[in-house]
C-alpha cells in the first residue's frame, strides 16, 4: 500500500479511536465540561503520524466529540488545544517512547489546563470561577499519561511502528 493512502487510514482511525475515547469510554461529566481518556489516543497519534496528521486527527477526533456530546461552545478551544497538544510529541523514529514523548504528556498538560482556564475565562467571564476546572484537568492529564504510557510501551514490545506503520 502507497504511504500516502497509509497516512490517510491511519488518520482516518485515530479520529475515530479518539472521538470515542473523548466521547464514550470513561467520559465523565464535571465542572463546566467532562474528564476522559481521549488525550491517551491523541499522545499516541502524535507518536505514530507525521505531525500535520497528528494534528488533524487531535483536533478533529476531539472537536467531533465536542460537537456531539453537549459541549459545542469548546469546539473552537478544543481544535485550538488538541492541535498544540500533538505539537508537544513526535513521530519519527522507530519506537513510541522517546525522550520527547515521555516528557511530552507533561508539557500537554500545561497546555490543556492553561487553554481551558482560557477557554472559560472568555466563555463566562471571570477568572476566578475556571479555577475550579483545574483538578479536572489535572485528573484527565494524569489519567491520559497512565494510559498512553500502558499503550506505548505494549505497541514498543510488539515493535507496532515498524511492524505495521512502515514508513508513513
Known sequence: MRSGYKRLIFTAVFIAL??????????????????????SLIYLAASCLPAPFAMAAAALGAGLSDALTGFPQYI????????????????????LLTKRNIAAPFVSALITIAG???ADVFLY??????????????????????????????LDKLDFKRRVLGAL
Open 18 to 39: 479518539i472521538f470515542i475515547t473523548t466521547a464514550y469510554i470513561l467520559h465523565i461529566p464535571a465542572g463546566n465540561g467532562y474528564i476522559h481518556i481521549g488525550d
Open 76 to 95: 473552537l478551544f478544543t481544535i485550538i488545544i488538541k492541535l498544540l497538544n500533538a505539537l508537544c510529541f513526535t513521530g519519527k523514529g522507530t519506537k
Open 116 to 118: 481551558y482556564y482560557l
Open 125 to 154: 467571564g471571570s477568572w476566578v470561577s475556571p479555577l475550579a476546572t483545574i483538578p479536572q484537568s489535572l485528573i484527565q492529564a494524569g489519567g491520559s499519561l497512565a494510559v498512553y504510557l500502558i499503550l506505548a510501551f505494549a
